[in-house]
């Protein structure tokens, strides 16, 4: 099984900071990797699909990138609705989720 | 657009079977690159995808649980269901379905999801 390792686990930020949440699989997983944005008492939203492809609809301050084992999610600059719960996903190799970075007002 | 929304029964006893259905819209399982996924999430805890079907029929199970789970569609009527056996308290979560598809060879997972359905297994 490829494990998905999220970090930070919490990330505490400002509105207008840029963030960055990491993701390292246990192995190569060829760039099959999409994030997720999850607020509380909602269903996940696609933000990211394979890597560094944005969404339909998801605001350009949001990208992706990495290879390999290393992945990582961008805000450039962090508005209010941003605030929640991001997880990596890889599809190289049957479906693992990461365990997810909080993201907190600071 | 595409809609999706799960039913299930909401709590369930131990070692009973779940039967949960995603009813859904704006595209057909019989449309070549659709497909529908389960993935589950317990209270405060992160995602764990279970199973998905295809237009074509195939079936794909996470391995961890596969010997439990059954999922099928009903593609007259826009449905699919997920069947847990054997159920225990570890499976109490938000069972979600989400829409998945293939194109131009690129498979763009969980694009579209359901609300989410709560299910308790308690005795």
């Known amino acids: 099984d490829i494990q998905m390792t999220q970090s930070p686990s919490l990330l505490s930020a400002s509105v207008g900071d840029r963030v960055t949440i990491n993701c390292k699989a246990s192995?190569?997983?060829?760039?099959?990797l999409n994030w997720y944005q999850q607020k509380l008492g909602e269903a996940p939203k696609l933000l990211i699909y394979?890597?560094?492809n944005l969404q339909t609809g998801i605001p350009s301050r949001f990208s992706g990138s990495g290879s390999g084992t290393d992945y990582t999610l961008t805000i450039s600059s962090l508005q209010p609705e941003d605030f929640g719960t991001y997880f990596c996903f890889q599809h190289n190799s049957w479906y693992t989720f990461g365990a997810g970075t909080k993201l907190e007002l600071k | 657009q595409v809609t999706l929304k799960e039913s299930g029964p909401g709590i369930l006893q131990p070692s009973h079977t779940l039967s949960l259905t995603c009813s859904f819209s704006?595209?057909?399982?019989?449309?070549?690159?659709?497909?529908v996924s389960w993935i589950r999430q317990p209270s405060g805890k992160g995602l764990e995808w279970l199973a998905s079907i295809w237009w074509n029929g195939n079936t794909y199970n996470n391995p961890s649980l596969k010997s439990r789970l059954t999922v099928s569609k009903d593609t007259s009527n826009n449905q699919a269901f997920l069947k847990v056996t054997s159920v225990d308290t570890a499976d109490t979560a938000t069972y979600y379905c989400?829409?998945?598809?293939?194109?131009?060879?690129?498979?763009?997972?969980?694009?579209?999801w359901g609300q989410g359905v709560m299910v308790t297994v308690s005795s």
């Open positions: 989400a829409h998945t598809r293939h194109t131009m060879g690129i498979t763009t997972h969980f694009d579209y």
């Open positions: 192995q190569n997983i060829n760039k099959y």
């Open positions: 394979n890597t560094n």
């Open positions: 704006g595209f057909s399982l019989s449309t070549y690159g659709m497909g």
